[in-house]
């Protein structure tokens, strides 16, 4: 259940650490799936020439790659103090659920986005408008090419 925490004033921006947020979770491996999808993704979104889709191929094998997938994607603040933490989906290429921490550190649950929403962050949705205490809004795009900004409830039902 995402429950609602009080924001202690912190106005300051120098830089000083004021609190470590830590949640335990398992560290994933990447497999030769995951890189596979990825090479894949990258191949359909440059879409290189015929000639040259092998050497574009072999050189994205022949990145280093890490042994474990990233922990998080991305981090926002709520207007309620709250911190949002996208946990790293698959290989990288869908969007991940949400982790949401109270301002004193403690979790609060998981917040898993609907499917469709507008891909604004590389192809994902990202509300980095605000965050607000029931809903997250984020900018469609019609058929017109016209941007809408929508408003999505946060449903704070049980958990999982």
């Known amino acids: 259940m995402l429950i609602q925490g009080q924001h202690p004033a912190q106005e300051d921006i120098d830089g000083i650490l004021r609190r470590i947020i830590r949640r335990t979770v398992s560290p994933r491996a990447v497999t030769?799936?995951?890189?596979?999808?990825?090479?894949?993704?990258?191949?359909?979104?440059?879409?290189?020439?015929?000639?040259?889709?092998?050497?574009?191929?072999?050189?994205?094998r022949a990145w280093d790659i890490a042994e474990t997938m990233p922990a998080t994607r991305w981090i926002c603040a709520d207007s309620q103090g709250n911190v949002w933490v996208e946990e790293f989906d698959k290989e990288g290429l869908g969007q991940g659920r949400f982790s949401v921490f109270r301002s004193d550190g403690a979790w609060l649950g998981h917040v898993d986005l609907p499917?469709?929403?507008?891909?604004?962050r590389g192809g994902l949705f990202q509300p980095w408008v605000e965050i607000g205490p029931d809903y997250i809004p984020g900018v469609w795009v019609d058929e017109f090419?016209?941007?809408?900004?929508?408003?999505?409830?946060?449903?704070?039902?049980s958990e999982d």
């Open 32 to 60: 030769s799936e995951d890189i596979d999808r990825y090479v894949q993704k990258r191949i359909r979104d440059v879409d290189p020439l015929p000639e040259e889709r092998g050497s574009y191929e072999r050189s994205i």
């Open 145 to 157: 090419g016209v941007e809408q900004v929508r408003l999505y409830e946060i449903n704070k039902g």
């Open 115 to 120: 499917d469709g929403l507008p891909e604004t």
